[in-house]
């Protein structure tokens, strides 16, 4: 299971570097607590294991911290084609029988 994998790496690797991003490092430690919190904010807000869940973020570290959290909660993530078309993109919000979408702010627009 990918969250026993992150945990393990976590424990062997607790501050090597991740992800380097602008400037700024973070640690496997570091990713893990990020993961474990914003997967239990996702669950606190319904996310539930099997739920399709639109992951509209850019190429960032929010990408990652989602998609991971995603995989925590138990949901299955939805990667929005940030280039798509509009009309492309409201078929696929209809056609992936969505229950949330998360992401980055300026992105949600897309699909709201």
């Not at 602008?22 to 319904?46: N, P």
């Not at 639109?54 to 940030?82: K, Q």
Request: proline share 4%; no cysteine.
């Amino acid at each position: 299971m990918l969250t026993q994998v992150l945990a393990e790496r976590a424990q062997a690797h607790r501050d090597r570097t991740f992800l380097h991003f602008e400037g700024a490092d973070v640690s496997w430690r570091q990713l893990k607590e990020i993961v474990a919190r914003t997967a239990t904010l996702l669950i606190r807000h319904g996310v539930r294991p099997g739920d399709r869940v639109m992951l509209a973020a850019g190429n960032t570290p929010t990408f990652i911290y989602l998609w991971f959290a995603l995989r925590w909660a138990g949901a299955t993530s939805v990667p929005l084609h940030t280039s798509a078309p509009p009309s492309s993109i409201g078929r696929m919000v209809t056609d992936a029988d969505l229950r949330f979408v998360v992401g980055d702010r300026d992105l949600l627009d897309l699909v709201v």
